[in-house]
């Protein structure tokens, strides 16, 4: 079994410490999860201000998530904007008690000049937990299918569960939620999405609508718009398993790959 926490809230725009101080309250409701998941630039917002908001790789939040990590006995996963060798990249952490990696976000969102104030990424990453295999993404990521495309090889999957993390704005709510559906459809594979809630410093609306769905693209979760929530949900792999074997579609699927 996977027990997951799901972490829809409002953030404070471009300010790292009373975000944590928040979460920090937040994470006092958490126990014996096995995975947490915070927002897309949870500590600031979806912001252009590289220059301002941007950590060393191995800078306070990075520290601040493995010492939570370590006290939960839990693994976190959220993005935040960070500065390496003076470029600037918006990475996910993935941050266990005694071991992080990370995943820099692939497509970059060009109407905000995400693309022109931060560095694109050209690996996937996944991870594992207590036998599942993870394949982290973040926003902008999710219009674009090949970039997390499931595949079956040697009667294993890539990958059983896709997770997004967004600052996605209300406007397109139903891009959102019809994406995320649709990704776990056509990849046999649960997908999690965590948005925020609350307006940011661009005056940009988020109404969380945070989504849940099953292999099938059913809705899992009882996330309600503009509401801050934790969501805990509990996955079991035989009940994904059974789907596969019942249901084997990615067998069929061709075998190729891209040169991205």
Same mark, same amino acid.
């Given at each position: 079994?996977?027990?997951?926490?799901?972490?829809?809230?409002?953030?404070?725009?471009?300010?790292?410490?009373?975000?944590?101080?928040?979460?920090?309250?937040?994470?006092?409701?958490?126990?014996?999860?096995?995975?947490?998941?915070?927002?897309?630039?949870?500590?600031?917002?979806?912001?252009?201000?590289?220059?301002?908001?941007?950590?060393?790789?191995?800078?306070?939040?990075?520290?601040?998530?493995?010492?939570?990590?370590?006290?939960?006995?839990?693994?976190?996963?959220?993005?935040?904007?960070?500065?390496?060798?003076?470029?600037?990249?918006?990475?996910?952490?993935?941050?266990?008690?005694?071991?992080?990696?990370?995943?820099?976000?692939?497509?970059?969102?060009?109407?905000?000049?995400?693309?022109?104030?931060?560095? +694109? !990424?050209?690996?996937?990453?996944? =991870? %594992? &937990? /207590?036998?599942? #295999? $993870?394949?982290?993404?973040?926003?902008?990521?999710?219009?674009?299918?090949?970039?997390?495309?499931?595949?079956?090889?040697?009667?294993?999957?890539?990958?059983?569960?896709?997770?997004?993390?967004?600052?996605?704005?209300?406007?397109?709510?139903?891009?959102?939620?019809?994406?995320?559906?649709?990704?776990?459809?056509?990849?046999?594979?649960?997908?999690?999405?965590?948005?925020?809630?609350?307006?940011?410093?661009?005056?940009?609306?988020?109404?969380?609508?945070?989504?849940?769905?099953?292999? +099938? !693209?059913?809705?899992?979760?009882? =996330? %309600? &718009? /503009?509401?801050? #929530? $934790?969501?805990?949900?509990?996955?079991?792999?035989?009940?994904?398993?059974?789907?596969?074997?019942?249901?084997?579609?990615?067998?069929?699927?061709?075998?190729?790959?891209?040169?991205?």
């Amino acid at each position: 079994m996977l027990k997951i926490a799901s972490i829809q809230t409002d953030i404070i725009w471009e300010n790292s410490v009373r975000n944590k101080i928040h979460y920090d309250d937040l994470l006092k409701e958490i126990q014996q999860v096995d995975l947490i998941i915070f927002p897309e630039m949870f500590t600031t917002g979806f912001s252009m201000n590289q220059k301002k908001i941007a950590e060393k790789p191995d800078g306070e939040t990075v520290f601040w998530m493995q010492q939570h990590a370590k006290t939960l006995n839990t693994c976190i996963i959220g993005s935040i904007a960070v500065n390496e060798n003076n470029h600037f990249y918006n990475r996910l952490y993935v941050i266990k008690p005694n071991e992080i990696k990370y995943y820099d976000k692939r497509y970059l969102f060009s109407m905000a000049l995400e693309d022109e104030n931060y560095s +694109k !990424g050209n690996k996937n990453l996944i =991870f %594992e &937990i /207590n036998g599942w #295999k $993870i394949n982290p993404l973040i926003c902008y990521d999710l219009r674009f299918p090949l970039w997390s495309r499931n595949k079956f090889s040697n009667n294993s999957y890539k990958y059983d569960m896709l997770i997004y993390v967004a600052n996605w704005p209300a406007a397109r709510t139903s891009a959102w939620t019809n994406l995320l559906s649709a990704r776990a459809i056509e990849n046999s594979a649960y997908v999690i999405g965590v948005n925020r809630i609350g307006k940011d410093g661009n005056k940009i609306q988020y109404n969380g609508s945070s989504r849940i769905f099953d292999f +099938k !693209g059913e809705r899992l979760d009882k =996330f %309600e &718009i /503009n509401q801050s #929530k $934790i969501a805990i949900n509990s996955f079991l792999k035989k009940d994904l398993n059974k789907y596969r074997e019942k249901f084997p579609v990615l067998k069929d699927a061709d075998d190729f790959t891209f040169q991205f």
